[in-house]
């Protein structure tokens, strides 16, 4: 059974960084799209990135722009968001997900695979 599991959050400072990593195992590599999401208290789910994990391409939302990368590492079957200068407002719930196809990994759910999400607080 395939899963994903994130980890890396915690409570950090504001201007202060983070990695976050996500374990794809038992997940055939067909599953080539890969993303971060965020979801805060209140507010809607949010793409915060996403990899192509046979080529490299990313897409990044317009909120992290400049502060966060993803990538990833095929031998591991791990992608990573490494994230800095965090801010207040990106306290959320991380989770991450994959997906056969590129159309679906830019929607806020219905995704194939989803992961159960790790906190990141970021304190003022």
């Known amino acids: 059974q395939a899963r994903l599991l994130e980890s890396g959050g915690g409570l950090v400072q504001a201007g202060g960084s983070l990695t976050l990593s996500c374990v794809a195992s038992?997940?055939?590599?067909?599953?080539?799209?890969m993303g971060w999401f965020r979801q805060a208290p209140g507010k809607e789910r949010e793409i915060v990135a996403t990899?192509?994990?046979?080529?490299?391409?990313?897409f990044y939302g317009d909120s992290v722009k400049g502060r966060f990368t993803i990538s990833r590492d095929n031998a591991k079957n791990t992608v990573y968001l490494q994230m800095s200068n965090l801010q207040p407002e990106d306290t959320a719930v991380y989770y991450c997900?994959?997906?056969?196809?590129?159309?679906?990994?830019?929607?806020?759910?219905?995704?194939?695979?989803w992961g159960q999400g790790t906190q990141v607080t970021v304190s003022s």
């Open positions: 990899i192509v994990r046979s080529g490299g391409r990313t």
């Open positions: 997900a994959a997906d056969l196809s590129e159309a679906r990994i830019y929607r806020r759910e219905g995704h194939d695979y």
């Open positions: 038992g997940l055939s590599f067909s599953y080539d799209y």
